[in-house]
């Protein structure tokens, strides 16, 4: 239960005076919901208010507050011009300049031959003193309050400063005084505000260096969120140690069958890394690795093994893949190899209804399927197995932390199971490389395996950019290449994050193409029914895993297929040899590299063209012009977040990653590291959070909002 001195906190945003239903859906957009996200909204910059000269003392470009008579209304002779009002004080004139103004709202604004103060930024024009738009008029009474210095908000469109900082305002004023998280000694050495305080300077800057990320009350505030981050993680894997351990050992007679069907030999690469694998399943802690290796390094047979071996020890185990498209590709392939084998494998998606979907949990439950592939639908309650032993979770990065945790503790609850407080060993995979202190935001502490070597015999892919003005060259191009026997896939743009658009943006290229290449060519997109996209995608690749029946045999000829981004992430079909991007400058670069990975898989030789939309700007240019120079996943990454910062590129919601509010790890990096080391002496000595710091801590977990990390406590 949240601490009940957090409540008035946690009251919808539309409970403070002013914000209705229409203002709090503008809030919600660029804040929240809660008034305690008002906190977390830094101001941008601040404007000085408190030089308040006379008329004859005004600086051209400085914000000024001025106290003045107004003298005369000068209504505009077009509606072009701007209407002016003359005013004065004994020292000289100065003109108000409003556009498209309505003369009966600012007669009564500012009435002839009445004071004003009217503050905001003084313009010479003409060898006129101006304030165009004042940011504020307000009669003599007020003139105190508006000396001051004002923050400036973030806004967005249809959301202006005013009834920003007046919700602010009405947020600070509900700030409890709350007992002091941050350990005393630590708080000393850098003289931080305490909680309070620090949220009121942070809303309160008076210089421009009290905005800067490094200030006390930025510092004080950042590292609150990065140890509640810490924290969270620490005590979510104090939990998990709290289960028992084991050691999970095979015994190498599956690997050894499997080895023998396989068509080729594991890289240096993927032993060691198997290798590391192994050693830590084999240990009696729990294991939380990630494997990385670029697109097509083969991550999935390092997968498939260690999963084998976890089979041989007598357990079950689980893949987990962000795609229905995916988890029957990883299906077909793992199939064949698996019935060498003589395991029994079982695929599970939210397309599975009824009797079937009763029977594969009745299976699992009972031990009789040894490798469970699937989605998401791997984490509803429904899912159990009887004994767990390893959970592989691919291209990590679609899933948040709390589901991959979800996943591994998903032992049966039948009171004779002995396993069932037992955790699964857990090994993610990804071929994005993420940096280091970015990891430990989302993990803790987490060892990582890396495939540094591709499979031998990859051809490399010949990359060309090209404006997409050529587009009817490119496409006629394709009538020789897939005489040749290529194959293509087509991907076709995000348009404004809009799935609905991005479908339109497919089947109009389709229909083209089709015309151009009548029966030749196969469109999958996000939309479609699972049954459609696995015949448009057995069509092309020529592969089926036995669910998707062919209807006719000219199905198996597509030599295009045209996509959205779904064939993004880990789509495996070795035949196709060229990649075309529309509009390439408006994907990651992440994504064009794992969306170039799909080819070069072959004996044939590969491409990718980008084509983009023009004109574009230098960053833009730069970005398509690395894609050309190299195929180096981890060169590209660097680069690009050199070019877009680090939370563009992964701090996005795509990322899984958190997303931090007052942190910035460009800056606070060394912050985080010190609040890995608290969290981790806190889990020392009060692992309960039972002390009186103990309960301060949970309070901070609240306030950011790490409730099921309490829940968990609260449950031992
Ligand atoms: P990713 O790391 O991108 O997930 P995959 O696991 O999909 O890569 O592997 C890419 C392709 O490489 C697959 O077709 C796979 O069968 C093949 N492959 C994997 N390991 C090897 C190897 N050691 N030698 C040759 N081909 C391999
Ligand atoms: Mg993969």
């Not at 395996?449 to 892919?461: F, H, I, N, Q, Y």
């Not at 459609?532 to 069509?539: F, I, P, T, V, Y």
């Not at 198996?556 to 196709?576: F, H, M, N, R, W």
């Amino acid at each position: 239960m949240r601490p009940s001195i957090l409540f008035p906190l946690f009251a919808p945003l539309q409970s403070l005076p002013g914000i209705g239903p229409k203002q709090a859906k503008l809030f919600q957009k660029i804040i929240g919901d809660k008034i305690a996200h008002l906190f977390w909204h830094k101001p941008l910059a601040i404007v000085d208010r408190r030089f308040s000269p006379k008329i004859r003392d005004v600086e051209a470009e400085k914000v000024a507050t001025v106290t003045v008579c107004i003298d005369q209304h000068i209504p505009p002779e077009t509606s072009r011009r701007p209407y002016r009002i003359r005013c004065y004080d004994e020292t000289g004139f100065l003109y108000l300049i409003f556009f498209r103004a309505k003369s009966d709202y600012l007669k009564n604004l500012l009435p002839e031959g009445e004071w004003r103060v009217v503050s905001g930024k003084v313009e010479i024009f003409n060898a006129e003193i101006q304030i165009t738009h004042p940011d504020h008029i307000v009669p003599l009474t007020e003139r105190d309050s508006l000396l001051t210095v004002e923050p400036v908000y973030p806004l967005t469109a249809g959301l202006t400063q005013k009834p920003m900082k007046k919700a602010v305002h009405a947020a600070l004023a509900k700030l409890p005084d709350l007992p002091e998280w941050q350990d005393p000694h630590w708080q000393e050495k850098f003289r931080w505000p305490c909680w309070k305080q620090a949220l009121f300077d942070l809303h309160h800057p008076m210089r421009p260096e009290d905005l800067d990320l490094d200030s006390p009350c930025h510092m004080r505030l950042a590292y609150d969120e990065l140890l509640a981050n810490q924290l969270a993680l620490a005590l979510t894997r104090h939990k998990r140690k709290k289960l028992l351990g084991r050691s999970i050992q095979g015994t190498n007679d599956l690997q050894d069958t499997v080895k023998q069907a396989l068509p080729f030999d594991l890289t240096a690469s993927q032993k060691e890394a198997l290798q590391e694998i192994q050693c830590e399943m084999a240990s009696p802690s729990r294991m939380l690795r990630m494997l990385q290796g670029d697109v097509g390094s083969g991550k999935t047979i390092v997968a498939f093994f260690a999963m084998l071996t976890a089979i041989e020890a007598g357990l079950q185990t689980a893949l987990m893949v962000p795609t229905e498209i995916l988890a029957r590709q990883h299906m077909a392939t793992i199939k064949p190899l698996a019935e060498a084998a003589g395991i029994s494998v079982a695929l599970l998606t939210g397309r599975d209804k009824g009797k079937k979907r009763e029977k594969i949990l009745a299976d699992l439950l009972a031990g009789d399927i040894s490798l469970l592939v699937g989605t998401h639908a791997l984490l509803q309650d429904t899912v159990k197995f009887q004994d767990l032993g390893l959970v592989i979770i691919d291209e990590q990065h679609r899933f948040g932390v709390d589901q991959r945790l979800t996943l591994a503790s998903k032992n049966s609850l039948h009171p004779e199971n002995h396993h069932k407080d037992k955790i699964a060993d857990i090994l993610v995979m990804t071929a994005t490389p993420i940096p280091r202190s970015l990891l430990m935001t989302a993990y803790g502490d987490l060892a990582t395996s890396r495939l540094t070597e591709k499979p031998a015999g990859r051809k490399p892919v010949t990359t060309r950019v090209l404006p997409l003005s050529r587009l009817e060259d490119v496409i006629h191009g394709l009538e020789r290449a897939m005489r040749v026997g290529d194959k293509i896939y087509w991907v076709c743009p995000l348009v404004e994050d809009s799935e609905v658009l991005d479908l339109q943006a497919a089947e109009d290229r389709f229909v083209a193409l089709e015309s151009c290449y009548p029966g030749r060519v196969a469109l999958v997109h996000g939309r479609m029914k699972g049954p459609e996209k696995d015949r448009a995608m057995a069509s092309f690749s020529g592969k089926t895993d036995g669910d998707a029946l062919l209807d006719h045999q000219h199905d198996c000829e597509k030599d295009i297929l045209v996509s959205t981004t779904v064939i993004e992430v880990g789509v495996d079909v070795p035949a196709a040899n060229i990649m075309i991007i529309e509009h390439a400058e408006r994907f990651g670069l992440a994504q064009l590299h794992q969306l170039r990975g799909r080819v070069g898989r072959g004996d044939r030789p590969s491409s990718c063209l980008l084509l983009y939309g023009g004109p574009l700007n230098d960053v833009a240019k730069a970005r398509l012009e690395i894609m050309r120079q190299t195929d180096d996943g981890f060169r590209i990454a660097e680069e690009d977040l050199r070019l877009r910062g680090g939370g563009e590129v992964l701090g996005t919601k795509q990322s899984g990653l958190p997303n931090f509010r007052l942190a910035d790890l460009d800056v606070h990096e060394e912050l985080l590291a010190a609040a890995r080391d608290d969290a981790k002496i806190i889990l020392e000595t009060d692992p309960d959070l039972k002390t009186d710091r103990g309960q301060a801590l949970r309070i901070l977990l609240y306030l950011f909002e790490r409730d099921a990390v309490i829940r968990t406590l609260e449950s031992g």
